[in-house]
């Protein structure tokens, strides 16, 4: 298992992580490292035919036991938390839109935009790094967020199971695959868990475990919401959370594969994103107020 190192700034010095120029050797790179957790694991099935047998068990079992939850929890569940009282759903109600992309997606790409803005500048050199940190940030959130939303948008369709808003007259099995417009048929898996799971890997990984219970306290509360307030099913929101962890893990170590902002270094994935702002941080620490411009 991969463990995790997070750089804070401190008072001692730390060398940001340098920029990777175009057209470096970074175009020549496999898509994954041999050295991320996906492709150790993908290794290990390729080149184990017993573990491959297993694994495909596994996801057998794993599709038995979706199938299993849809039958006998999907509706009981849905209208149990729709039951509740108004006043017990409105918190529910307040939070739901937190597992939207569209917010997480916008603050990301305007981050992303500073940055790219900020390095055509002659900046100091703290603040050239503090931009370059920025656009690393900004580019994790947006590249996790987009790429996970993506694939939950083409599984929905391709699915096209109806909403719960169906349940007396369909069922909770019931699927119109490959319908791309009629979004009452888009409910597996649910988007927004799919999202706010993406998101709550990108806070772990900036947090380095730290608020570890608060952000599982988070993605589990949205994914909640979308049941109690009847876009989802239970099974939806498991399905979904699946798509955003396995989402997420996949661009992390795309990323570190690139350097981009973090590195593999003995089989552990470190992440220098923050180191970026260290030369800043010192400063203002000091009291010193940096040249924003040379």
């Known amino acids: ?113 500073v940055s790219l803005g900020l390095s055509r500048l002659p900046l100091g050199y703290s603040w050239r790094w503090a931009a370059r940190g920025l656009g690393s940030v900004s580019g994790f959130l947006f ?61 772990r990984t900036f947090s380095n475990r730290r608020y570890h219970g608060w952000i599982i306290a988070l993605g589990f509360a949205v994914g909640l919401s979308r049941i109690v307030v009847g876009d989802h099913y239970l099974s939806d929101v498991i399905a979904g959370s699946c798509v955003g962890l396995v989402s997420a893990l996949l661009v992390r170590d795309f990323f570190a594969t690139r350097n981009w902002g973090m590195r593999i270094e003995d089989g552990k994935v470190r992440y220098r994103m923050f180191a970026a702002f260290g030369p800043l941080w010192r400063k203002l620490r000091r009291g010193q107020s940096p040249a924003l411009l040379k």
Not at 40 to 69: C, F, H, P, S
Not at 151 to 166: C, D, F, S, T
């Open 1 to 113: 298992m991969m463990r995790y190192t997070f750089f804070l700034p401190s008072t001692r010095h730390v060398t940001p992580m340098p920029p990777q120029a175009p057209g470096n050797s970074n175009a020549l790179k496999p898509l994954l490292s041999p050295q991320t957790v996906s492709m150790r694991w993908l290794r290990a099935v390729a080149e184990d035919r017993d573990r491959a047998k297993r694994l495909a068990l596994w996801a057998l079992a794993g599709a038995a036991l979706m199938l299993a939850i849809a039958v006998l929890f999907d509706a009981p569940v849905s209208l149990a938390l729709q039951s509740w009282p108004d006043h017990e759903r409105a918190f529910f109600r307040a939070i739901t839109d937190l597992g939207k992309s569209d917010w997480l997606l916008l603050w990301s790409l305007v981050g992303g935009l």
């Open 143 to 203: 590249a996790a967020i987009a790429f996970s939303g993506i694939v939950v948008v083409i599984l929905k369709r391709i699915v096209g199971r109806a909403r719960p808003m169906y349940l007396e007259d369909l069922g909770v099995l019931h699927f119109h695959p490959f319908d791309i417009i009629d979004w009452s048929f888009h409910s597996f898996p649910s988007g927004h868990a799919t999202t706010i799971v993406a998101f709550a890997f990108v806070l």
